[in-house]
């Protein structure tokens, strides 16, 4: 039965939250950004053994939430003049007074070719609030990463549909609060939005990953053989996630 326990370092209490699974062979710990601590037990063994698992790693636990508690998370400002990445490429906002909230992609006008910036084009309605006006721009500049975003990871879903062997599936991109991205029951595949602030080969990293999965649905041996196998430089992007993706917010 899945619940929250704890462990105990140093005379403080650290609740962890057991989840059983038969899909796993060993235990597994992860500490998230967000200071949850999630314990993956076989569903063949005891709470009190996974509990033994986690308690012998407390002091790990203990530094994993220290170093993540001392990260502050960056503000979204969507200004005139504030920039956002997109698929790896830095878009300058310009923000200006429109009848409705919109965003939209579009280049600087200029004398010259290369002198032209990637600019994100902004509209709000000039009786709004500070507040409102955030918020709505917040949730324009997501609809847009949302849209564009489905359109351009389609290419990298029938990319490693083909060198999998799995029929190309329905890409989705959803603002996930706990994960970058999952399978659907129909063999869909849903990525994360923020991962779109991110670098390029890390985005297409979470498309292969998720392909991945419509073959074998665990993270066992078998499923990381064949995230090798399709993209030999996984780990890197995988790294990057791990250490770089908390700063991805709208």
Known sequence: MNGRDSVVFDG???????VFSPKRRTIGLTVKADGEVVLRVPENASREEALSFAQSKAEWIVKHLERFSRREIPHRGYADGDVISFFGKEYVIRRAA?????????????????SRSRVLLLTVPEDFSADEAEEACRSAVMYLFRREGTRRLKPFAEKYAALCGVPVPQVRVRHQERKWGCCTPKNGIIINVNVLLGPVFVIEYLAAHEVCHLRFRN??????????????EYREAERVLKEEGWKWVF
């Open 219 to 232: 993270h066992q041996q078998e499923f990381w053989a064949e995230v090798s196998r399709v993209m030999p």
């Open 98 to 114: 429109g009848r409705c909230v919109s965003a939209r992609f579009a280049e600087d006008a200029g004398d010259e070719a290369e």
């Open 12 to 18: 403080a209490e650290y609740p962890v939250s057991v």
